[in-house]
Every structure is written in C-alpha cells, then in structure tokens.
C-alpha cells in the first residue's frame, strides 16, 4: 500500500510541477494556437465546406510533407529534393499492399511508413557525409528514379490510370474526406508542435551547430552523423505517413502525382514559407496553391495545359523571395513585427557566479609518439606531451610547426599515422565525442561560434553533453526527466558563460566581437564538463584588458584541477599563465620545462626565439 | 559563413529559375512536341543520312554531335585550365571564401559561369534536337543525364565528365537493345539503370568517405 501511495505521491508531485511549467511558459501565442488548431478541427462542422473537403484534405496531407521536409531543411541544413519520392514510395507501399497483396487499410498503413522509413535511412546513410551541393543533387536524382521507375514498368504503378484502392474502412466505419481532413489537421498540428519544441531545445541546437558549424558541434560532443541521419529519416517517415493517407483519401495511386515536381514543390513551399519556423512550410504551400489557382484561371484563358504556368509563377515566386534576402515569408513578418514592438525582456535568474565546480576526478593526459605526414611534410614527429591537472601547459613554435596538428590529434579531429593518447589510463583513439565523453574537449583556432544561436544557446550544445533524458521523443514529450535534464543544462551553461565574464546569454552570436566570440567558445567547451581543455589561441585579437580577464580566468580554471594545454604565439601572454612550456619546430619536440628553461635552450634560440626575446 | 545554408540557397534559385524558365516556354510552346529541321543536311550524305559501319546502321549526324561535344569538352576544359578566368573559377570553386579574400570578384565570375553552362547546354541542345521530335521536358532529362555524367566523375574535369556523358548513353543505348543469348533487359531500363549506378557511385563514396567532421 505504502508503495503504491508513494508512486501516487510523486506522479501528483510530477504532475503539478508540469503544470506550473506549462503554465509559466503560457503566452499569448500559446492560446493563439489552441484557438487556431480548434478553429481548424471545427471548420468542417460549422462552415458549408463539404464538397471542398477531398481538397481540404489533400492539402492538409501535402503540408505535413511539407513540415517534414523542413525537419531536414531547417533544422538540419540538409538540402533534401527527395521528398516527392518519399511521398510516393509511402502512397505506392500502401496502394499495393492495398491492391496486390489484399492488406486491410491498417497494417498497409503500418508497412507503408516503415518502407519508407527503410528507404529513408538508405538515403541518409547514402548521402550522410557528402556535402550539401552533392546531397542535393542525389535526392533529385532519386526523385527522378523513383519516377521512371513507375512510368517504366507500369505493371508496378499501374500505368495511366493508376491503382485504384478499395473503399477505406477502419473497424468497419468508412473513411469519409472529413475524417481524413481531421486526422490530417491532428498529425499536422504534431508535427509543427514537435519542430516547434525541438528546435530551441537540446537535439535541435545539436542540429543547428551542426547545420552552421560542423566541425566545432562535433568537437563539443555532438552526434553529428547520428543527428543528421535520424532528421532525415524523421522527414521522410512523415513524408510517408502523408503518401499512405493521401492515396486513401483520393482513392487512387497515379505515378504523375509524385516525383521530381512534387519535390520541387515541397522544396519551394518550405524555403518560400522559412525553413527555420514550425509553420513556415504551411504558410509557403498556402502561398503556392495561390499562385496556381491564379495560374490556372490565367492558363484556362489562354488554353495552356494545366500545370505549365503554376511551375512558372512558383519559380518567380521564389526568385522574389530569395532576391529579397531568403528568409521566407514568416521570418521577414515576424522580423517586422518584432521591429514594431518593444522587446519583452524575459527575467532571468543570475546563476551564482562560480557555478563550474571543482574537477571531481583530476587525470594528467599523456600523448607518446604521436606522428602525422600529409603526403611527404611530416607534420608530428613523435611528439610526447603531458598535461598534468592544475596546470597550464603552453605549446609554442614558428608558424606550420604542427602546433594546430597536434591540438587535432588529440581531440580526435584527425587520426594519427602512430602515437597514443591516454586519459586515466584508457586510450583515447575514437571520434571527438568519445574523447569529449572523456573530458577532453578543445576550441577551434578560428571562432567558430554557431552564428545563428544565442550565447547562451551555444553554451547549451556543449551542455546537452552528458544528459541522458534528452533525446527527441522525451524532448517532444516534456517528460519530468527530460526537464529536470533541461534545467540542469540551463544551470550549467549560464554558469559556463558567467565564469568566462559573458554576461548576456540571449545576444546572438553573431553580435559578439571577435574576442568574445573565443570567451564563448571557451564556455562551450567548459559546458561539457572537461578535466583537459586544449584552447587553440585563446588571445588572438584580445586588447590589453581582455587579455589580463583571459590570464586570469586561466589561472581559475586551473585552480579548479583542470588541465590546461594553450597554443599561443604572444610570449608575453604565454609567460603570465604558463607553468610548462613544449617548444615544436618542424613537427618535433625540441625543448621543454618552464619558460625561463626553454628561452636559454640554445636549439630553441636557433630556431626561433631568436627573433624575439623571451624573459 | 554557414556552407549548408548557402548550398540550399543555391539549390534553390537554380531551381526556382530552372522551373521559372521551363513554364515560359512552356507557354510559349505550346505544342506537344517539335520537329526541328536538321541545319546541316546530313541526309544527303551515305543512304539518307544512315552509313553500315561493321555491320551496325549508324546515323551520320551522331558523328557530328560526337566530334561536337568532344570539341566543346576540349575548349571547356582549356578555358579551365589554361585561362585566367578559368583558374579564378577553380579557385572559387574550391574556396570561395578566400577567392574573396584574395580579391577575385566571385559574383560576376559566377554569372560568367552560370552564362557559359547555359551558352553550352543551349549548343547541346541545338546539336541534339534535330535526333528526335522535342518536347518542353526534353531537356529536364537530357540535363539530368549531363548531371548524372559530372556527378560519376565528381565534377571533376569537362573532359573526363564528355567520357562519363558518352559511357551513360552508351550504357543506355546497349540496356535498350542488346540482347545476350535471349536475355535482354529492354528499353524500360535504359533511362534507369545509369541513373541507379550513378546513385550507387554516390553512395559508395559517401560511406568510405571520412566523415567531414574528421577531415583537417
């Protein structure tokens, strides 16, 4: 008994803690959107709507591809021509599951989403790691495939009048335009909700770091090939869903309704709408369907063959929207909007200052032997090198010395010919997340800040690291874990971003200077919670100020037990944080100890220090 | 700054041109098909414009568009790598960011390559359309075959994308009609099966490939 009230007690602790968040988080556009989801399921019962409803629907089913497609576009950056082919391959498994093999609406249904889905991830495993022109390019290609493959073997598609399905029924009710107008509006307003919830959170800031910086989200720990796969993949199930409930709503599977146009289309409807908002797609398809029935009215005035001016119309369509900075729709009235009202400033709790804490389990990191040749320069020569936890090691060396090289090999960003990496004595010879898993975890040489989030959201991808609850489906779902998971990433971000003196979380990244663009790669890495920190020129571009703030944030974070590791080439700098100094020419080690040791090594001098003076 | 989302900038204004251009001669056109008239009279030449060579009927005016296209390809890929101009487009196309840097006006380079491109497909298509009655959608599929070819050779050099061009359409020419001890696969693959190996070429790249990420 005592159990079970136990159980009873935290569900209804759980349960008023959901509603005193959602209840936070309710706005104004929170109830516009209820209305309008309510507003669109009532529709057909109040308004004389009846003969337009197989239209209704179909444009419903052709939105929700449209709002997967933008899964893959907007959230991810991956250019996708291939969702007219999805849509089809969903609406052909289920024609002839219907048709051929005789299935009943439900397990056709069933099968035809995860055919899709098959073929969803063959594409994305076959395209993950091209790049975007080339992805492109072999969507399309599949669009077209998929389209002469029906028009080809008509004995599959059913030739020119296409597969006609049997009656839809489900448990013995027939399937009427308005039940299919109800379940679309329902799967719809889903899928917007879910882009609309993932997107700021953790699986989606993976993805948009990923979309803007690919290595920097990879070297922060993120899932970037995983990611990417499972949000095509995600794009292409609903694409199915759409084509399996399409041809039952229309009765019919015909080939010419699917393929490179209809991807075109889709294509358009989500860049035209704005890739990067929930309801961008709808908004953009809205806007085409304008355009063809303007089209047309034109056409059947001047005899055209239907279609042939819709094309066109769209094409300029979105010439205009692209000439007009590419946004979409959406984007540039929200942006309009915005500018007309004062921004609401949201409160936001300051976290206490020194949030970061201690390193639990100090481990020095110790590199031998670790060589690396493109081709005929060596770039690494059996270079040994130990960061000891509390404190800071400084790498320095002429230009091309391998210093960037070495600082790569080490957080997994390339593989070295020879040479071991270890950390609390396990080797480290996996890709970036499993040594940022690890602890280990380092900045890029260049800024490579994620330009299109905050700066408390690029904080949030290193901190997204090590949850366990926060993946999309929990995500989606607001489970208790996978918000508590979200506070605890919160905390430590703006705790990253405080200690490292950046104290506006919600300015976007791209606003920052390029000093502080290094302070909040900084904090992103220190999101992760890293025990070795390898910073690639942290100085750069610092003025004189900004340099004492870096020197002395160094020194906290050593403190803290982390172990240090700076390339740097200000020897000025180098000589007020460093306890060690690794001197590299030519990719080997020539000299180490502290500085003062290093600058009267006579091979040092003779390589490079001579130049410039040292103590 | 971000590479994806100019891609699918890029994805989508040649696109949108693409369909934009194709409905106005859509409009324009509006016959199912066209039969152009042959400029060159090659009927005249062998038995109506057909000569036996080792046995197989071919016509002459193939020979035409081969020495055409192969001079094309040679001229296109001399202008690639022998003239200012085309070096600065190999340079954008590896770079462009530091094409920038380096102070090569990226922007009108690129519309001389985008006016080049269509000077060519145009060339291709005159030279092709007397073959066969056109159509407005001729050439979304005589593109898409140009595509397939420079995506088999990676975009790769105009002469080594005119060879992948002529091994896509022999490979088509053959899956239509060759006929091997009664096995034959017949014409309803001869648009597909190209493009399927292009797509499986693709794909095997992009697996061995080390994941971007990785690469320095």
Redesign the interface.
């Given at each position: 008994m005592s159990a079970a009230a136990g159980v009873f007690d935290e569900t209804r602790a759980e349960l008023s803690a959901a509603v005193r968040d959602a209840r936070a988080a309710w706005g104004w556009t929170t109830t516009l959107w209820l209305l309008a989801f309510a507003a669109a399921l009532v529709a057909p019962a109040v308004l004389p709507l009846t003969s337009r409803m197989p239209d209704l629907a179909e444009f419903v089913y052709l939105a929700l591809a449209a709002t997967g497609l933008a899964y893959a576009?907007g959230l991810a950056?991956?250019?996708s021509?291939g969702q007219g082919a999805f849509l089809g391959i969903g609406a052909f498994s289920e024609a002839l599951l219907r048709t051929r093999a005789g299935w009943p609406l439900l397990p056709s249904f069933v099968a035809a989403v995860a055919i899709t889905a098959g073929v969803g991830v063959l594409t994305g495993?076959?395209?993950?790691?091209?790049?975007?022109?080339?992805v492109?390019?072999?969507t399309?290609?599949?669009s077209?495939?998929f389209l002469?493959?029906l028009t080809?073997?008509p004995g599959i598609s059913g030739g020119a009048q296409g597969l006609v399905l049997p009656p839809a029924t489900v448990l013995g009710h027939a399937l009427t335009p308005t039940d299919h107008y109800v379940v679309g509006i329902t799967l719809l307003a889903v899928a917007v909700l879910a882009l609309a919830v993932i997107a700021p959170r953790s699986p989606g800031l993976g993805l948009a770091a990923a979309?803007?910086?690919?290595?920097a989200?990879?070297?922060l720990g993120v899932p970037?090939?995983r990611a990417r796969l499972g949000v095509f993949t995600a794009s292409a199930v609903i694409a199915g869903v759409a084509g399996a409930l399409t041809v039952e709503l229309v009765q019919v599977a015909d080939a010419s309704s699917y393929g490179?146009s209809v991807s075109?289309k889709l294509?358009?409807a989500v860049?035209l709408g704005g890739?990067r908002l929930p309801l961008g797609p709808v908004v953009g398809l809205l806007v085409i369907s304008a355009f063809s029935n303007a089209a047309a009215q034109i056409?059947g005035l001047?005899?055209?063959?239907p279609g042939?001016?819709?094309?066109?119309?769209?094409?300029?369509g979105?010439?205009l929207i692209?000439g007009l900075g590419?946004a979409g729709l959406l984007p540039a009235a929200r942006g309009w909007w915005r500018s007309r009202t004062p921004p609401r400033h949201v409160p936001r709790p300051t976290p206490p200052a020194r949030e970061v804490p201690h390193v639990e389990a100090p481990e020095p990191l110790r590199a031998r032997g670790l060589t690396k040749s493109f081709g005929s320069l060596v770039a690494l020569d059996h270079v040994d090198l130990e960061l000891v936890p509390g404190r800071v090691h400084a790498l320095i060396g002429p230009n091309g010395s391998g210093k960037t090289?070495a600082l790569?090999a080490l957080v997994?960003?390339?593989?070295p010919d020879a040479g071991t990496v270890r950390v609390d004595g396990t080797e480290l010879n996996g890709?970036?997340r499993a040594r940022v898993l690890q602890g280990v975890v380092g900045t890029q040489q260049a800024t490579a800040v994620f330009?299109?989030l905050t700066a408390l959201q690029n904080a949030l991808v290193g901190a997204g690291l090590r949850l366990e609850h926060e993946g999309p489906f929990r995500t989606f779902l607001r489970t208790p874990k996978a918000r508590a998971d979200e506070r605890l990433a919160e905390r430590k971000a703006l705790g990253a971003l405080q200690l490292v003196g950046l104290h506006d979380p919600d300015r976007p990244a791209s606003e920052l200077t390029a000093h502080e663009q290094r302070l909040l790669m900084l904090a992103s890495a220190l999101a992760t919670g890293p025990r070795v920190l390898l910073l690639d020129e942290p100085a750069a571009g610092g003025s004189a100020a900004e340099l004492d703030r870096l020197a002395e944030l160094l020194h906290e974070l050593r403190g803290r037990g982390l172990a240090l590791l700076v390339i740097e080439h200000n020897l000025r700098f180098v000589r007020r944080v460093a306890d060690e100094v690794t001197v590299l020419e030519a990719g080997r080690r020539i000299a180490s100890g502290t500085l003062a040791q290093v600058a009267s090594d006579d091979a040092v001098q003779m390589a490079y220090l001579g130049r410039q003076k040292l103590a | 700054?971000?590479?994806?989302?100019s891609?699918?900038?890029?994805?989508?204004?040649t696109?949108?041109?693409?369909?934009?251009?194709?409905?106005?001669i859509?409009?324009v056109f509006?016959r199912p098909a066209y039969v152009f008239p042959d400029p060159f009279h090659f009927d005249n030449v062998g038995r109506n414009g057909v000569v036996t060579i080792a046995g197989a009927s071919v016509q002459v005016r193939s020979f035409f568009v081969i020495g055409l296209a192969a001079a094309l390809a040679a001229l296109a890929g001399w202008t690639l790598e022998r003239t200012r101009r085309g070096r600065a487009l190999q340079a954008i196309s590896s770079d462009p960011e530091a094409a920038r840097f380096v102070g090569l006006p990226v922007e009108t380079l690129v519309a001389l390559a985008f006016g080049l491109v269509g000077g060519l497909a145009a060339l291709a298509a005159v030279a092709a359309a007397p073959s066969a009655p056109f159509t407005?959608d001729s050439g979304?599929l005589l593109g898409?075959k140009g595509?397939?070819a420079a995506?088999i050779v990676r975009f790769g050099s105009p002469w080594a994308a005119f060879a992948a061009g002529l091994g896509v359409g022999l490979a088509e020419a053959a899956i239509d009609n060759l006929r091997i001890g009664g096995f034959g696969l017949g014409p309803?693959?001869g648009?597909?099966i190209p493009?399927?190996i292009?797509?499986g070429v693709?794909?095997y790249?992009?697996?061995r490939?080390?994941?971007?990420?990785?690469?320095?």
């Open positions: 576009v950056g991956i250019p021509l495993l076959a395209t993950g790691r091209l790049r975007s022109a080339f492109a390019v072999s399309w290609i599949l077209w495939i002469l493959l080809s073997f979309r803007d910086q690919r290595q989200a990879s070297g970037v090939a490179p075109f294509f358009v860049i890739a056409g001047r005899g055209l063959p042939r001016l819709e094309e066109m119309l769209t094409g300029y979105m010439l692209l590419g090289t790569k997994g960003d390339l593989v890709p970036p330009p299109e | 700054m971000s590479s994806s989302g891609t699918v900038g890029w994805v989508a204004s696109l949108a041109i693409a369909f934009a251009l194709r409905g106005m859509g409009a509006t407005v979304a898409l595509l397939v995506l309803q693959y648009e597909l493009l399927g292009a797509v693709i794909a790249r992009s697996l490939a080390e994941p971007v990420a990785r690469t320095a």
